[in-house]
């Protein structure tokens, strides 16, 4: 199975800040099948990136994703209020489709 | 609008069974795949299943293969998952999601239902 790990656990910022989160594969991702996505408490999960670096319908442009084979990231450029949440990457390039264990975007 | 709707979750002895559904409108149904997802109480998300548009092909993560069967039907706009000899660990959110695309692997999900709530204990 494909292993996801983000990093960092928790990230404190600002409004207005740059935001890097990182997402590393224990193998190569086939085909950069690299999702995030963004999940808000008792909400469900809402999909952000596909393909590594391609934006959602509606999703501003402030998200941006990047990188290939284990190592990819998402920017968010100017934090917004509205994007403190979760973070999950997913691989959907192998069976299983594994997810990160998250990574926690808290105003500072 | 894409919308799914989740229900039949619920509180379940250890060895019991559901049986949840997913009634989905705003799109082609039978035209993409359909997943079902889960994230126990504060825990991370897993992929449990995913199914394709014509329901031929078929997936499962090694935790509920043999247990959890996916069907849907084309007619009614609907998903469904079977889960037998439920365990405490299968204790979650349950979210169905829809493909990009008519197979059913290599999928991201988008969008998601609300989640219906699966808990098994005594």
């Known amino acids: 199975d494909t292993v996801l790990t983000q990093s960092p656990g928790t990230l404190s910022l600002s409004p207005g800040e740059r935001a890097t989160l990182s997402c590393r594969a224990s193998q190569s991702v086939s085909s950069t099948y690299l999702a995030w996505y963004q999940q808000k408490p008792g909400q469900a999960p809402r999909l952000l990136i596909y393909g590594a670096s391609s934006r959602a319908t509606g999703i501003p442009d402030r998200f941006s994703g990047s990188g290939s084979g284990t190592d990819f990231t998402l920017t968010i450029s100017s934090l917004e209020p509205e994007d403190f949440a979760v973070y999950f990457c997913?691989?959907?390039?192998?069976?299983?489709?594994?997810f990160g264990q998250g990574t926690k975007l808290e105003l500072k | 609008e894409v919308q799914l709707l989740e229900s039949g979750g619920g509180l379940v002895q250890p060895g019991g069974s559901l049986r949840l559904s997913c009634a989905v409108s705003?799109?082609?149904?039978?035209?993409?795949?359909m997943n079902w997802v889960r994230q126990g109480p504060g825990k991370g998300l897993e992929w449990v299943s995913s199914i394709s548009g014509i329901g031929g092909s078929t997936y499962y993560a090694d935790s509920v293969k043999g247990r959890f069967t996916i069907s849907r039907d084309n007619s009614k706009n609907m998903v469904f998952l079977q889960m037998n000899n439920l365990r405490g660990e299968d204790t979650a959110v349950y979210y169905c999601a829809k493909g990009p695309r008519i197979a059913a692997s290599g999928n991201w999900f988008d969008p998601w239902g609300q989640g219906t709530l699966v808990t098994v204990s005594s």
């Open positions: 997913q691989q959907y390039g192998s069976s299983p489709y594994t």
């Open positions: 705003g799109f082609s149904f039978s035209s993409y795949a």
